[in-house]
C-alpha cells in the first residue's frame, strides 16, 4: 500500500490560511487522497477527497500535484476550532478491504 | 450529521472484568470499524465488518472480539480486561458505494481504564 508522508506539527495564526503539505511518491493511479481531522477527545471526521483534480468543499480546497506525488489541504482561514490532527491518507480501490490506514498526521495549532 | 453512538464514553475497572463498549449507527451502513488509539499515537484498525454476520481482523491484532448480528450494532468485548488494554477505542462505519465518495462517520470513542 502506498504511504503518506506529513510533518509532525505546524503552526498558523488565526484568520490566516493555512497550506498542509502531503507526500505520497509511491501513490498508484488508483489511489484516492483522503484527509481527515481529529480534534481533541473526538473522533476523526472526513475532510476532503480527491484523485486527481482540485477540489473545493465549504471546509477547505485540496490541490493535487500534476504527478500525483505530493498534495497540499488549504483552510483559507484559520480558526481556533482548526485546531487538530489532519491525516493525509490514501484509499485503494484495488485493495478489497478497501480500509483507511491513519498515520501520525499534522497536528496544528492555531494561534489567536 | 454523524449518527454513530459509543457508549459508555469513559470507563474505569479492574482487571479481569469482562466489558463490552457498544456501538450503534443510524445510517443503515454495510461497513463497520473498531481503531484503537493510544493518546496522542496513530489509530491503528483492529476489527471490521463487512455487514451482518460478517467479522474480520484489523491490522493491530486485538484481544478484543466483536459481533455483528445487526446492521447498526457492531459491540466490542474483552474476557478479561488487562491494565494493557488501557486506550481509547474509537468505532466507525460507512456507506460503501464503489469507494469514489465513501466517507468514515466516527463516534466519539470509550476511553476505557483498566486498574
Known amino acids: 500500500d502506498a504511504k503518506t508522508t506529513q510533518p509532525n506539527s505546524m503552526e498558523s495564526n488565526e484568520e490566516e490560511p493555512v497550506h498542509l503539505p502531503c507526500n505520497h511518491s509511491t501513490i498508484s493511479g488508483t489511489d484516492y487522497i483522503h484527509w481527515y481531522r481529529q480534534l481533541p477527545s473526538q473522533g476523526p471526521e472526513y475532510v476532503i477527497h480527491?484523485?486527481?483534480s482540485n477540489v473545493n468543499n465549504r471546509m477547505a480546497s485540496l490541490a493535487i500535484a500534476e504527478d500525483r506525488k505530493s498534495s497540499t489541504l488549504i483552510l483559507h482561514r484559520a480558526t481556533l476550532r482548526d485546531a487538530a490532527v489532519y491525516y493525509c491518507i490514501l484509499r485503494d480501490l484495488n485493495n478489497a478491504g478497501n480500509m483507511l490506514t491513519f498515520g501520525g498526521g499534522t497536528r496544528l495549532m492555531v494561534k489567536p | 450529521e454523524a449518527d454513530i453512538y459509543q457508549t459508555p464514553r469513559y470507563l474505569v475497572i479492574g482487571t479481569g472484568k469482562k466489558i463490552t463498549l457498544e456501538c450503534s449507527q443510524t445510517?443503515?451502513?454495510?461497513?463497520m470499524y473498531w481503531y484503537q488509539q493510544d493518546p496522542g499515537m496513530e489509530l491503528h484498525l483492529i476489527h471490521y465488518?463487512?455487514?451482518?454476520?460478517?467479522?474480520e481482523k484489523g491490522d493491530l491484532s486485538s484481544e478484543s472480539t466483536v459481533s455483528r448480528i445487526r446492521t447498526e450494532h457492531f459491540p466490542l468485548t474483552l474476557e478479561s480486561a488487562r491494565p494493557s488494554h488501557t486506550s481509547q477505542y474509537l468505532c466507525?462505519?460507512?456507506?460503501?458505494?464503489?469507494?469514489?465518495?465513501?466517507?468514515?462517520?466516527f463516534g466519539s470513542g470509550t476511553q476505557l481504564s483498566v486498574l
Open positions: 466507525a462505519s460507512s456507506e460503501f458505494r464503489g469507494g469514489f465518495n465513501e466517507k468514515l462517520f
Open positions: 465488518s463487512y455487514g451482518v454476520n460478517s467479522t
Open positions: 445510517m443503515g451502513h454495510d461497513k
Open positions: 480527491g484523485l486527481t
